[in-house]
């Protein structure tokens, strides 16, 4: 049975060997059809674990010969919000977090100084504040160390290091339960004399 890619119109798989990226094209295709009904948990991890092991793309591809292709879901702005509200990266809210940390604690040393003495002295938290938050302000519009590029592929290593963590938890279980079978035991009847780990 021949099954034809997603990746183009009348292009049949092949036995290429298969990438991390079309793995996780395929198991999310499969959660579309998960959240469909048309799997049920049980064959959605079945065909998963399929995915991980298929070493090339017919391989992979034979999950999807019994399923309709599914349209890739393109999220809407909501209503309202005419620009998308920017998110700065983790490094950088870190770093504005620190430059206003510390901006605070000179604002506050300066006024006590000033307090203490009874006159207005010298604004020294200028030299602090500006400069650092010049570069800041520069490296946050020029999108440097960040911008969509990077947050892309931030976001797709940790959805990667998700699913991998997903995949591991459930091939130990069913490890642990074909061990467990093995001995004659039933997963489903509390723990033996042995611990599992």
């Not at 198991?27 to 991890?45: K, N, S």
């Not at 002295?121 to 504040?129: C, G, R």
Request: aromatic share 6%.
């Amino acid at each position: 049975m021949e099954h034809t890619s997603t990746t183009g119109p009348g292009t049949a798989t092949s036995s290429l060997r298969i990438s991390d990226a079309e793995r996780e094209t395929i198991v999310e295709e499969l959660g579309r059809h998960l959240t469909a009904g048309r799997l049920t948990i049980g064959e959605f991890d079945e065909r998963v674990a399929r995915v991980y092991r298929a070493v090339t793309q017919d391989d992979a591809g034979a999950v999807l010969t019994d399923l309709p292709s599914t349209p890739v879901p393109t999220p809407s702005p909501p209503a309202g919000t005419p620009f998308p509200r920017l998110r700065l990266p983790l490094h950088q809210r870190i770093e504005w977090g620190a430059w206003a940390t510390v901006g605070s604690i000179n604002l506050v040393v300066w006024a006590l100084v000033s307090l203490g003495t009874a006159s207005l002295i010298y604004f020294w938290p200028i030299w602090v504040i500006v400069p650092w938050g010049l570069v800041l302000a520069g490296r946050t519009a020029l999108g440097l160390e960040g911008g969509p590029d990077r947050r892309r592929a931030d976001d797709h290593i940790r959805n990667a290091r998700r699913l991998h963590r997903e995949h591991m938890r459930r091939a130990a279980v069913m490890h642990r339960r074909a061990v467990m079978h093995r001995r004659g035991l039933n997963p489903h009847c509390g723990r033996s004399s042995r611990t599992w780990y």
